[in-house]
């Protein structure tokens, strides 16, 4: 069975940093695709930076510059690393991948931005 399980979120000051890692259940070889998206209050879910198996990458305007994604097959793992921390980026973020055509989603990490 797949899983996947985030962790790192937290309170950061705006400017600050946080890092988010998304663990799997399975080798991430099998996910074509990884990534994470994020829901704040009120709003749809949106995509903030996926991951292709080739390396591909696809990232929200808003985070480019401030947003790293990296993928770690022997680790199985999958992470984020924010910076530069906007009130604005507060939000659940939830881990995302695709295997065998199939979309799997992790229980959501909390991210606030607040001084």
């Known amino acids: 069975q797949v899983h996947l399980v985030e962790s790192g979120g937290g309170l950061v000051q705006p400017g600050g940093s946080l890092r988010l890692s998304c663990v799997t259940s399975v080798t991430t070889i099998t996910f074509s695709t990884m990534g994470w998206y994020r829901q704040a209050p009120g709003k749809q879910r949106e995509l903030v930076v996926t991951i292709t198996s080739g390396g591909g990458i696809t990232i929200l305007e808003s985070v480019k510059g401030r947003f790293t994604i990296s993928r770690d097959n022997a680790e199985n793992t999958v992470s984020l690393q924010m910076n530069n921390l906007k009130p604005e980026d507060t939000a659940v973020y939830y881990c995302?991948?695709?295997?065998?055509?199939?979309?799997?989603w992790g229980q959501g990490t909390q991210v606030t931005v607040s001084s």
């Open positions: 995302y991948g695709v295997q065998w055509g199939k979309n799997y």
